[in-house]
């Protein structure tokens, strides 16, 4: 906006402000107790166009507290190095779609390995490239871990969460707390 | 082992730096580097293509501009700004890529963002994928059709499009619309929720950008001020990023 120069009244601001704002306001009611005796571990995604690029770490920070707020703050582990020192996964900046595949998941075998090494059994990624690259990554070196939107374990905390909208959780949730089993597809 | 050194010539040319730099808030800082490799060390792009940012910016201060402009590794580098992070000059690598890619005739740049580029240039939703903005509000109020259905609890559950006067707008990535509609019921269940007057536009309403990944500039701008155009019609106070 600032670049062309386009005229325009509104702030642009990312939902993962809301989200923590939302919480705190007690707006939304989320808890871990799904989560007390599963003990399911779940590491983040910071997204560089959200986090380095734009909001910086109080926006990082924001998205840890929505993370522990769902999954339980002894069930969520940090990847190294992270917030806005974090490593790109390789998804953006057009990778996806520039052809240069190999390239593009030899990029991602430091995410890879950065994910494997917080030995969480899932990966939040609240941007699409991040989901798509990722979700990729995790099929292609081997080690599987769902990779999940924040969006899917907001609901899911809340109880909310439809059989129909589980695409991307495990099959270690895709039973757990949902809302109107008797719509399953 | 050591590989061959480069070898230059001896007239120093480095036209496409000094253009660049032209172009930057102070030059972006491409006459600064120390060429201690914090940015190469830290770039998961290292290695591929036999080039690295610190490489890359050597070769654009020595002017072999032919090479670096022709090397593939500009549409390899994510354009992530981490090298800037760590970078004790905070050098602009990223703006140099862009304008590499901006430099490159614009029907030889990568097939698949030049298409997404393109199809969302060829409609008014500005979506990669081409979806059309009828195409669109038709997914949409089928799905929440449905979900209030099945969901009782939900009946009263809203998602208009160009709702005049709501505080947010939000952009959608054409990816939940056009292959995986229930994935857009999360996000809606929660605004829901917490209460918030929301609306998406029917004009630019897509969240993607790759003209902008194409180092296409109008484009670009047109897909941000169709956007944005779309917003201020409805009087939109916050511009909700939904990812």
Known sequence: MKKFDIKHDFVVKNIYEYYAKWIREGKLKVNSDWNKDLKIKFTVQDPCQIIRKSYGDPIADDLRFVVESIVGKENFIDMTPNKSN????????????SGFKEERLAYGKVKDEQIKATKADYCIAGCHNCHAQIHELSEHYGSNYPVVH???????????????????????????????????? | MAEAAIKIGGERKSIFKDKVMKLLPDGGNLNACLTCGACASGCPATGLSDMDPRKFLRMAALGMDEEILSSNWIWMCTMCQRCVYVCPMKINIPQLIFNARASWPRETRPKGILG??????????????????????????????????????FADMQAPIDKEGAEFVLNQNSREPVTEPDELIPLWKILHEVGADWTYT????????????????????????????????????TFLNTE
Request: aromatic share 10%; with cysteine; proline share 3%.
């Open chain 1, 86 to 97: 974090n490593f790109c996964c390789g998804g953006g900046g057009g990778f996806l779609q």
């Open chain 1, 150 to 185: 924040l969006w899917t374990l907001i609901c899911l905390s809340l109880g909310i969460l439809g059989p129909n909208e589980r695409e991307y959780l495990g099959d270690d949730l895709k039973g757990v707390n949902v809302f109107h089993p008797e719509t399953e597809l």
């Open chain 2, 116 to 153: 997404s580029c393109d199809a969302a240039l060829a409609n008014e939703s500005g979506s990669a994928m081409g979806t059309p903005v009828d195409d669109f509000k038709f997914v949409v109020e089928d799905v929440l059709e449905e979900y209030r259905e099945a969901q009782p609890e």
């Open chain 2, 202 to 237: 029917s004009k630019g309403w897509g969240g993607e950008n790759y003209c902008m990944f194409l180092g296409d500039n109008d484009s670009w701008k047109h897909l941000a001020k169709q956007s944005a155009d779309a917003a201020t019609k409805v009087k939109c106070k």
